[in-house]
C-alpha cells in the first residue's frame, strides 16, 4: 500500500451524505474498587449517555468545564477507553467493542492529537522516528520512502524538514505541537480527535495552530472533533459545538446558534466569561457567576445535573430528567427551562418561565 501526502481528501466530504460517525448513548463508568477482595462500591460517572452524529467534513467541538468527561469522550471515539455501555459506528461498521488487533487497521482512519505537546512526544526519539512511527507500525510502504514522505509532512505543517534527526527537547511547544500533528496526518485519517490542541501553548501560538488545523481540513477533508474549555477558542474553526456537563450534553446546536441565542442556562454562563474586546458591548453584558463547585461524578445529583448549580432551577428540575430535545431546528436542549426561546417545551405550561424567557 502507498500513502501520498499531496492526495487531498476533500472528496470525502462530498461522498456521502451519510454521517462518519454515529454515536448513540456512549457511557464510561469508571468502578470504584475497596477492600482486600477489591470488590465495587461504587463508580466514578464520567460520561452517561452522550449522542450525536459527525458529517464528513464537519468540525464539532466538544465543550464544557474540566472533569466534565470532555477528555473520556474523545477516548472511547478513537477506543483508547472501553466504553462501559452505547455504540460508536464509524463508516456504517460497530466499532464499539473491536479488540485491539481488529481495531489497528481502522487506526489508519480514526487518530487524535493529545493535549500536551511535551508528554505525547518521546524524548529518546527524533522526529523522524516519531512522525514515521504509524508507518513502520502499519506496515505502509510510500512511494517517496518513508523519510521523504516524514520531510514532506513537517513542511506540510510548518517545520523545517531538515529538522528529521532533531529530538522533542529542541522545540518549543508550539513546534511540539506541530510534530504531533504531523503524526496524526501520517496515514491520511479520514477522523481525528484533537484534545485541547492549544490549551498548552503561549496565546500568541494558539492562533497559528487553529488556522493550521482549519488549513489541513480544507486541503484534505478532514473530519474533526475538538475537545476544549474556551468557548471562545473554538469559534471561528466549529460548525457544531456540543456543550458538555458532567457526563451529559446539554446542548448540541450550530456555531452561530449557539453564539447568538443559547438555550441551557450552564451554555449562557459559559459564554458570559468569553472575553470581549469591545469595551461597549463589555459593559452591557451581565457576567453569570456560577455558584459552588461542579459536583463529583460519583454521586452525581438526580435528574437535571445542573440543578445544583442553576439560578432557574425548580422542583421540576430535582426530580425529572430532562431528555435533549430539538427546540429549534438543529438546536438540541436538555433543560425544562431554557433561555431564548419563546415557544413552549415538553416540559412547561404556557404560564411557566420556559413558556416566556427570552434570555
Known amino acids: 500500500m502507498s500513502t501520498d501526502i499531496g492526495a487531498s481528501g476533500a472528496s470525502r466530504a462530498s461522498a456521502s451524505g451519510d454521517a462518519l460517525l454515529s454515536v448513540t448513548g456512549l457511557t464510561k463508568h469508571f468502578p470504584i474498587r475497596r477492600g482486600l477482595l477489591q470488590r465495587q462500591v461504587g463508580a466514578v460517572q464520567a460520561v452517561d449517555g452522550v449522542t450525536f452524529d459527525l458529517a464528513p467534513g464537519e468540525t464539532l467541538s466538544l465543550v464544557g468545564e474540566s472533569g466534565c468527561g470532555k477528555t473520556t469522550t474523545g477516548r472511547m471515539l478513537t ?79 510548518g517545520l523545517n524538514p531538515e529538522h528529521y534527526n532533531r529530538y522533542p527537547h529542541e522545540f518549543s511547544g508550539g513546534q511540539r505541537q506541530r510534530i504531533g500533528i504531523a503524526r496524526a496526518l501520517a496515514l491520511n485519517p479520514k477522523l481525528i480527535v484533537a484534545d485541547e490542541p ?14 493550521l488545523l482549519e488549513d489541513l481540513q480544507e486541503e484534505f477533508g478532514l473530519t474533526y472533533i475538538v475537545i476544549a474549555h474556551d468557548l471562545s477558542v473554538v469559534r471561528h474553526m466549529s460548525d457544531r459545538v456540543a456543550v458538555m456537563y458532567l457526563g451529559n450534553l446539554v446542548e448540541l446546536t450550530d456555531r452561530d446558534s449557539l453564539y447568538a441565542r443559547p438555550m441551557h442556562p450552564y451554555t449562557t454562563a459559559l459564554l458570559s466569561a468569553v472575553p470581549i474586546p469591545d469595551t461597549r458591548r463589555r459593559s452591557r453584558r451581565e457576567r453569570i457567576r456560577l455558584q459552588g463547585d461542579v ?13 445544583t448549580r442553576c439560578w432557574k432551577a425548580q422542583e421540576v428540575c430535582r426530580t425529572v430528567t430532562p431528555q435533549l430535545v430539538e427546540l429549534q431546528p438543529g438546536h438540541r436542549v436538555a433543560c425544562h427551562f431554557p433561555e431564548n426561546i419563546e415557544v413552549p417545551t415538553p ?6 418561565p420556559a413558556a416566556k424567557s427570552t434570555g
Open 295 to 307: 459536583p463529583s461524578p460519583i454521586d452525581p445529583p438526580p435528574a437535571c445535573r445542573f440543578h
Open 198 to 211: 492549544v490549551s498548552a501553548l503561549d496565546v500568541s501560538i494558539q492562533a497559528q495552530v487553529i488556522n
Open 79 to 157: 477506543r483508547l477507553l472501553e466504553p462501559t455501555d452505547g455504540t460508536i459506528v464509524f463508516e456504517g461498521r460497530d466499532i464499539t467493542h473491536l479488540s485491539m488487533g481488529r481495531m489497528r487497521p481502522l487506526r489508519r482512519d480514526v487518530q487524535m492529537i493529545f493535549q500536551d505537546p511535551y508528554s505525547s512526544l518521546n524524548p529518546r526519539h527524533t522526529v523522524g522516528t516519531i512522525v514515521g512511527a504509524p508507518f513502520h507500525l502499519q506496515g505502509v510502504t510510500t512511494e517517496k520512502g518513508i523519510k521523504r514522505t516524514v520531510q514532506d509532512l513537517l513542511e506540510l505543517v
Open 347 to 352: 416540559a412547561a405550561t404556557p404560564d411557566s
